[in-house]
């Protein structure tokens, strides 16, 4: 393996100048030196990004090729860097409350439930349970909607209608998430409130309502995209031993279409789980199981994105502990479904890949 | 419509423009660094000229020449409720206004001191720093940002930040984290003014009849074993009573003050993060019960006031929840660390002033301090403990 790796290396240095892989080099370790600095927050941070600027400068002038080649290699790896610490970091602020609960953390469902103290018991039981139920709304409201707009996109609208419309259904997922949650807070919440005498303002199902809608955009992109990669030969080998055109779609394209509509609809899940801002305008924030658990109505709410930026601002100790490990649950959640989402894709592509 | 390579290359080549914009941005990094000493930002106030900015560079230096004085910026953070007081003291203290200024420093006031000096240099003298004589131009800069208690109260601990504003005590704030008594110890209090809280409900609620309510009932509304507001003398309805987030100074302050526990678990039907939501919410309701920061009262509109009935004493809006014994009344803390430095001092008596009181702690509708704790506080901070 070693003796490799230096192959590979010699064979790298007799392609480039000495020169060049020096400048490169001393150009990655301005970058490193700036992390580090910058992670104990040094006022000299500003030294190795400077160098780094002018060495790239320098390094793109002179060796022009070299260097983009070892550019585009560090930013790949800065990348992927950022995601490592990400998790890096979230696994060692929530340790110490691992430590103290255990998994029981994530199924305790007597009191005291919240808020994280080093001697009292805590859980995040309510909030997974909260995070469940809304994600359950949101597909409940977003698929449907989303599969059939993709599939009337796809396969029913003219031209003309399909390039006004699916631009502006992409336009959706451009509206910042604040505004769909002011509009849940002052209408759906309220008129929740007012015509159906819910007890809060603002209930599991306005919100897991309200995400549903912003995960639409996501949902109609993905599985019209997923629809239009069945083949046409497909279709027109059903049209022609005669079936009708809502047949041939019923029959032939969603179910060939089905893992990467599947997928559309899991990516869309994945993003009304983690979404925060809205929910967190429009939930009560308090911390509880529903009596029945598919009490949506009911008086309790709350989530692991919702605690998170409700509380995140005042914790101290062994509460901002808490709020990391529910960051960590809901990373663990979110990779799941976006891990299956893209498992279903790669198959849906090596299936029927052949046809762009 | 494909571009047309001849005429972009016509006018700029690609290699000069990379070689161009890398050195600007260099300049700009340059730039940053050469400024990083001075730290003038997050004053929205006193925007000084160029010609400001010199004279007042060049002020600095002779008064350091001159008093060997700390002219560095003070700063502080925290609390949302003690920010209007603290933001307001500190942008006074920038803008420096003349004597006469009947906006920011009417003519009375300075009879009253009798002083023909600029506001800020006539606090700062007292500690023993020159006056400036020009407008945005004080002795030292103040800034102050807007977090939270808890934020301001370890920003302090950490030496990050001069002063913590916090609407409920240090201890309260750290209570649950590892931070030891002798740590505690270290804290400097200066209370600068008092919040009290009025309870509101809805304008439903008040209309029925509901014009007062006990501690114990409040409580009990609040541990949910009150549910209805007839067992009030009200309507026949829920109660739907609001709270603020875990950890904020305001619920920490209820806790304490009201359930006489910084861990107490109530259980609020639904949690607020500002003061302006949970406005919205008892509009909106027409069953709700908060409590609520004082501005944000509307006695004749949606958000009607209530009185508080405890050991007899009704506390009402308007009357005395200023008052010591009110629950919901706390004192506002400008926290410091490890002693008072003489900045902080001169800045911390300038809110303790007369003046202060009356126009950064009084007309941000909280209660200034009565005279015998007034006088206390003054004394922790008094210019002769810096001669």
Redesign the interface.
């Known amino acids: 393996m070693a003796s490799r790796i230096a192959e590979r290396f010699e064979h790298y240095r007799s392609r480039n100048e000495d020169a060049a892989l020096v400048l490169l080099a001393v150009t990655a370790l301005s970058l490193v030196a700036a992390f580090v600095l910058f992670y104990q927050q040094s ?1 000299w941070t ?2 190795p ?2 160098s780094f ?2 060495l ?2 320098v390094g ?2 002179r060796y022009q090729a070299t260097i983009a080649r070892g550019l585009t290699f560090v930013m790949t790896v800065a990348t992927v860097a950022v995601l490592g610490l990400i998790v890096a970091f979230l696994v060692v602020r929530a340790w110490p409350a691992f430590d103290q609960m255990g998994l029981e953390a994530l199924y305790r469902t007597e ?2 439930l ?2 994280p ?4 018991p805590w859980s995040l039981a309510p909030m997974i349970v909260g995070t469940m139920v809304t994600t359950a709304i949101a597909t409940a409201v977003a698929a449907p909607v989303g599969i059939a707009g993709a599939l009337y996109i796809s396969e029913i609208a003219s031209d003309t209608t399909r390039e006004v419309v699916k631009p502006g259904i992409e336009l959706m997922a451009g509206i910042p998430s604040i505004t769909y949650g002011f509009i849940g ?1 002052v209408i759906v919440n ?1 008129f929740f ?1 007012e015509e159906f005498q819910t ?4 209930n599991y199902f306005t919100v897991g309502a309200m995400i549903g809608i912003m995960a639409l955009p996501t949902i109609v992109s993905v599985a019209e995209d997923a629809l239009s990669t069945v083949p046409e030969a497909m279709k027109s080998g059903a049209l022609a031993v005669g079936t009708t055109n809502w047949q041939t779609m019923k029959s032939v394209t969603l179910p060939s279409a089905f893992s990467g509509v599947s997928a559309a609809v899991l990516l869309g899940v994945g993003r009304a789980m983690g979404e925060t801002m809205a929910a ?2 429009m939930i ?3 911390k ?1 199981f529903a009596d029945p658990v598919y009490d949506v109505f009911g ?1 309790v709410g709350e989530t692991l994105t919702t605690v998170i930026a ?2 995140g ?7 901002i502990e808490g709020l990391f490990a529910a960051g960590v649950v809901l990373f663990l959640m979110v990779l799941v479904l976006s891990v299956t989402a893209q498992v279903i894709q790669a198959r849906m592509r090596s299936k029927y890949g052949g046809d762009r | 419509m494909a571009p047309d390579p001849d005429r972009l290359s016509d006018l700029v080549s690609r290699r000069k423009f990379v070689a161009a914009t890398g050195a600007a941005g260099i300049a700009a990094v340059a730039g940053c660094s050469s400024n990083s000493g001075d730290d003038s930002g997050g004053d929205d106030t006193a925007q000084p000229t160029e010609a400001a900015t010199s004279s007042a560079q060049e002020t600095t230096e002779s008064t350091e020449q001159s008093s060997q004085l700390s002219t560095d910026t003070l700063t502080g953070d925290g609390s949302s409720t003690v920010f209007p007081i603290a933001n307001t003291g500190a942008s006074y203290w920038n803008s420096n206004p003349e004597p006469g200024d009947e906006d920011y420093f009417p003519q009375d006031w300075a009879d009253e001191y009798d002083t023909d000096m600029r506001l800020a240099d006539y606090f700062a003298t007292q500690y023993g720093w020159e006056e400036t004589g020009e407008r945005s131009v004080p002795p030292f800069r103040i800034s102050i940002a807007l977090s939270h208690s808890g934020t301001g109260v370890e920003g302090v601990m950490e030496e990050r930040i001069d002063i913590g504003d916090a609407s409920s005590t240090a201890e309260a704030e750290l209570a649950g984290s590892d931070v030891s008594d002798e740590e505690l110890d270290n804290f400097v209090d200066h209370v600068v003014g008092v919040d009290g809280q009025p309870i509101v409900v809805s304008k439903e609620i008040k209309d029925a009849g509901v014009t007062d309510i006990t501690i114990e009932e409040l409580r009990k509304i609040y541990k949910q074993e009150i549910t209805n507001w007839s067992e009030l003398g009200g309507p026949d309805e829920e109660i739907l009573a609001l709270g603020r987030a875990p950890g904020s100074g305001t619920n920490t302050a209820f806790l304490v003050n009201v359930m006489g526990d910084a861990e107490a678990s109530i259980s609020p039907d639904q949690r607020y993060g500002k003061n302006q939501q949970l406005q919205q919410a008892v509009a909106t309701a027409d069953n709700a019960i908060a409590y609520i920061a004082l501005a944000f009262v509307q006695p004749d509109g949606q958000v009607p006031p209530i009185g508080l009935e405890i050991d007899g004493t009704l506390y009402e809006y308007g009357k005395n929840l200023g008052s010591k014994e009110y629950p919901l009344a706390r004192d506002l803390h400008c926290y410091t660390w490890e002693d008072t430095s003489r900045q902080e001092a001169a800045f911390i008596n300038f809110l303790l002033s007369d003046f202060g009181q009356e126009f950064f702690v009084e007309a941000n509708n909280y209660f200034a301090l009565p005279p015998e704790r007034l006088e206390t506080q003054r004394e922790m901070v008094a210019a002769s403990n810096y001669e």
């Open positions: 006022r500003v030294v990004v400077a600027l002018l790239t400068v793109w002038v009191e005291p919240w808020k103290a080093k001697t009292t807070f309220r409130y007890s809060t303002i603002g967190t305008v009560p924030h308090t509880g008086g409700f509380e601002g005042n914790a101290t100790g062994r509460h």
